[in-house]
T-cell receptor
């Protein structure tokens, strides 16, 4: 069994400021890690994923995440946010060998001018 | 490209009614799954399928049935709707296991209200 904890339900930030959305996971086996973004009343869009290799993963829209195996974390970062980044962000894990995901409860990123 | 198509997008049901949420993908994906999204809960897996004729339960399967008679379609049936099934439902598909680096694609969602 695996679980995902997103430590913040809401993160308010001003435009052009940096942001970090935190994600920790628990699993008895090796996992793959994902971040998805959901804009209001829309489906989910993949931001980035970690399967193997470099622990720093770059995604779309200027986002990046770092996999830290010792801390079982996969925090999402962006050096300068825009109003258009306002959305809900979900961290998810997948057991190797499967194509289903276990999601965190989501973090709402609120970017204000 | 259609991708993953869900219908209907919005539906209001009365308690006890049955209905089917449709999901179709045109990418020849083997793997398909259904999730429900509730406020503050993230997305939770209802049922999934690794190929035609093969289905299995996820985290929250009670009250839902699925079947996979074709590769393209994976309908989700609510047998007797309850207010607790008010939610947003997402269908997802992928070509094969994520270990192959395949992306999981999501539909646009189906908003269901049970009154």
């Amino acid at each position: 069994a695996q679980s995902v904890t997103q430590l913040d339900s809401q993160v308010p930030v001003f435009e052009e400021a940096p942001v970090e959305l935190r994600c920790n996971y628990s699993s008895s086996v090796s996992v793959y890690l994902f971040w998805y973004v959901q804009y209001p009343n829309q489906g989910l869009q993949l931001l980035l994923k970690y399967l193997s290799g470099s622990t720093l993963v770059k995604g779309i829209n200027g986002f990046e995440a770092e996999f830290n195996k010792s801390q079982t974390s996969f925090h999402l970062r962006k050096p300068s946010v825009h109003i258009s980044d306002t959305a809900e962000y979900f961290c998810a894990v997948s057991d190797k060998g499967y194509s289903t995901l276990t999601f965190g409860k989501g973090t709402m990123l609120l970017v204000s001018p | 490209n259609a991708g993953v198509t869900q219908t209907p997008k919005f539906q209001v049901l009365k308690t006890g009614q049955s209905m089917t949420l449709q999901c179709a993908q045109d990418m020849n994906h083997e793997y398909m799954s259904w999730y429900r999204q509730d406020p503050g809960m993230g997305l939770r897996l209802i049922h999934y399928s690794v190929g035609a004729g093969i289905t299995d339960q996820g985290e929250v399967p009670n009250g839902y049935n699925v079947s996979r008679s074709t590769t393209e379609d994976f309908p989700l049936r609510l047998l007797s709707a309850a207010p607790s099934q008010t939610s947003v439902y997402f269908c997802a598909s992928s070509k094969s296991r994520t270990s192959s680096g395949n992306t999981i694609y999501f539909g646009e969602g189906s908003w269901l209200t049970v009154v």
